[in-house]
């Protein structure tokens, strides 16, 4: 065997990104579709340095025990609540995640779903083709504009400050935005953005896209309290996480149509969803899918590959998220 450091792929992701890899390490692949149970990953990281993930492998406390190898585990996610952080830092293994180069592809997603919602454009399409469009009235599948609307936006950070921008530039919306903290006034005034308590955004908005990270003080940031003080003809879009919305008390709101329609790409316990939430007509469902383009997948996963790279070859990972872990290492 080689003396090469011996890394595990654990996602499958494109040919010649993992071949980025093989010119530094030993390394092992998932070449299935799907993540392997907790057991087998722990299993097949005994010995291996590194490991690339995405957002469905968590990376806690007894697999950190388990695996004492580790030196990195790289996300080609943004977002990293399935990575025990603290714990990867008390036992000197670095963390990366893969923010900015999925940005717009998630924005332009989450502003998708949202129009998708108010304009019905899922629930219009099933009764086509379900053939139960037997003539055109004038109110079917009348929905609600965007352009001039007022947009809510929870959670102002990279991909909420993009949706932004589309909302105000490209269609004249009037953004109001919630956040713990405010943005300069640098970065409102091109936005026009103005900064509300959250309730007041909840009862504002006509169009709530919510961008949160999710973290114990995020679940369910948005339930029946919150939902109840929305407009009924207000839509509400997910592209953050699941458990971030109460998803059953968003499905029981959308039955009694006390919001109009909602656009979903996460949910809670994924890839399982609510059954209510697939009973209800007025909801656009994919499946966490924001930042999937092509070329958006390839930058995520080749930052990841950066990262790793750099981790364990005695280089600057560039987004780390506990850089001291390397620092501690050098002295
Ligand atoms: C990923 C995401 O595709 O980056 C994130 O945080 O949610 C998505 O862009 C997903 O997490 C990969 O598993």
Redesign the pocket.
């Known amino acids: 065997m080689s003396d090469k450091p011996r890394v595990l792929v654990a996602r499958k992701t494109f040919p010649d990104i993992v071949e980025r890899l093989r010119a530094h390490f030993e390394v092992e692949t998932n070449e299935g579709e799907e993540s392997w149970p907790q057991e087998e990953l722990i299993r097949r990281l005994q010995g291996k340095q590194g490991v690339y993930v995405?957002?469905?492998e968590k990376i806690d406390a007894p697999l950190l025990k388990a695996c004492p190898e580790l030196k990195a585990v790289c996300t080609?996610?943004?977002?990293y609540n399935n990575i025990d952080v603290p714990a990867c830092t008390l036992r000197g293994v670095l963390v990366s995640n893969?923010p900015d180069v999925?940005t717009e592809t998630?924005a332009d997603f989450g502003f998708a779903l949202m129009m998708a919602a108010a304009r019905r454009l899922a629930e219009s399409e099933h009764c086509l083709r379900s053939g139960e469009w037997k003539q055109w009235s004038v109110t079917m599948f009348a929905g609600s504009d965007i352009h001039g609307a007022t947009l809510g936006i929870l959670g102002m950070g990279r991909i909420g400050q993009a949706i932004a921008r589309r909302g105000r530039l490209g269609f004249g919306m009037n953004v109001l935005y919630h956040n713990r903290s405010r943005l300069a006034p640098e970065q409102e005034a091109p936005l026009a953005a103005r900064w509300v308590e959250k309730d007041e955004l909840l009862r504002q908005a006509d169009h709530l896209v919510i961008v949160v990270p999710y973290s114990p003080s995020s679940h369910h940031m948005v339930g029946a309290r919150e939902l109840s003080l929305m407009k009924p003809s207000a839509t509400l879009t997910n592209i953050a996480?699941g458990g971030v919305v109460d998803d059953a008390a968003l499905a029981e709101a959308l039955a009694a149509n006390r919001i109009a329609a909602a656009g979903l790409d996460?949910f809670e316990g994924e890839p399982a969803v609510h059954p209510g939430l697939l009973a209800v007509r007025n909801v656009v469902l994919t499946p966490?899918i924001?930042?999937?383009s092509i070329p958006t997948r390839r930058a995520?996963s080749n930052l990841a590959v950066d990262n790793l790279i750099a981790a364990l070859t005695g280089g600057t990972p560039p987004t780390a998220l506990n850089p001291e872990v390397l620092s501690a290492r050098r002295h």
């Not at 080609?76 to 977002?79: E, K, L, S």
């Open positions: 995405a957002g469905t080609m996610a943004v977002g893969a999925l998630t996480r996460v966490h924001a930042s999937a995520m």
